[in-house]
């Protein structure tokens, strides 16, 4: 288990439900291209974040890492080839779409 999963655990174990509410929705926070800054170990990425103390860079990494960032893939909403994107329930979508659907 990573450290992303270890921590959730512990959370929950914990009783820590908003702790562990954010967790399971950082996916909606981070956008793609940030994802994959964080992929890279570009510790820039935090300052385009806003993420509560506890949650630190090994945790991010660790979160990142197991996300699929695609790369010049279609994007299932809009059709158009976007570099930039991310799997969604293992359909691709771009970070446009994402920023919109984030959003509702
Ligand atoms: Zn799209």
């Known amino acids: 288990m990573g450290k992303f ?3 959730k655990t512990e959370l ?5 439900l908003e702790k562990t509410k954010f967790l399971e929705n950082i996916e909606k926070l981070i956008l ?3 994802v994959k800054k964080i992929q890279q170990n570009d510790k820039t990425v935090l300052k385009e974040l806003v993420l509560p103390a506890w949650v630190d860079w090994g945790l991010l990494y660790d ?3 197991t996300k699929k960032i695609g790369s010049g893939k279609t994007c299932i909403l809009c ?6 994107g991310v799997f969604l329930l ?4 771009c ?5 919109k659907i984030k959003n509702i």
Do not use: H, M
Not at 90 to 93: A, L, M, P, V
Not at 95 to 99: G, K, Y
């Open 79 to 84: 059709n158009l080839d976007a570099e930039n």
């Open 95 to 99: 970070e446009s779409c994402f920023l």
């Open 32 to 34: 793609p291209s940030q």
């Open 5 to 7: 999963e270890t921590k």
């Open 12 to 16: 929950l174990r914990k009783g820590d």
């Open 90 to 93: 293992e359909k691709y979508i």
């Open 63 to 65: 979160w990142a890492s």
